[in-house]
């Protein structure tokens, strides 16, 4: 009974480590945009500028709002 004990207290070990893992990776990884509704990936400075100006939001990971295009003058 022991050994069924040691057994499963190893498994949930493995199970935790394997999702900090996957968090820390995940945090790790550059961000390098942002997506919209329709699918379109919008640039991060594109995307961090629409959100400071308050165009747009950030709901569910998903960038709602107007972006406005850049103009290289």
Known sequence: MAS????RR????LRYLLLEM??????AAPFT???????????YVRGEQAI?????VLIGGLLVGT???QFDS
């Open 4 to 7: 069924l004990l040691l057994k």
């Open 10 to 13: 190893q498994g949930h070990a």
């Open 22 to 27: 996957a968090t820390c990776q995940r945090a």
């Open 33 to 43: 945009g942002f997506q919209t509704i329709d699918g379109e990936m919008v640039s």
């Open 52 to 56: 400071r100006s308050g165009t747009a």
């Open 67 to 69: 972006v406005l295009p």
